[in-house]
């Protein structure tokens, strides 16, 4: 894998830094005009070509952590989805993500390891079916979200609009299950 820091640059926002990709690399990214970077990727979705779901990715990132916390799973799922739909300008994965007290939440997820505290193995997902594109977005957000405990990424998802949004009129303790729509997701990342 190339080093990080030819692949992103860093922007802080409140108390946090978010990944970015940088306009350096010349096979990701074509120049429309001297200050808009167009990223080159198919625009047919995953759930056309491949129908990946979330258990791909979870088994996927389960490969390159190892054992993993369930809720810091969770967390990690999210940002792949958030930063896949700016960076690649689509769903990595097909399922509904739900705003729930402690964070996005990807119910089917939840309900398959539901009383586990920690996973060290999806064996209902299958990470080869992960374009090259989509590896290369989670491999950028385990290097980067990675480093966070599941309760800082708990905190950090609070801190931030498609969250907040999506529990408008619910306090952050009560339960609730609206979705995390990914127009929101895209539209807020990709201003950061």
Known sequence: MENLKDTFSIKNTNSYSYPFRSKEQESDVQTVSEEVPVYKHSTQSNEEKNDVSVYDVAAYIVRKTGQ????????????????????????IFKEKIEAWSNGPVVRELFNQYKGLFVVDNIPIGNPDRLEKNSKETVDSIIEFYGKYTAQQLVEMSHSEKPWKDARIGLNEIERGSREISKESMQEYYSSL
């Open 68 to 91: 993993i916390s369930t809720m810091k799973l969770q967390k990690l799922v999210y940002y792949c989805q958030a930063w896949s739909l700016v960076w690649d300008e689509k769903p």
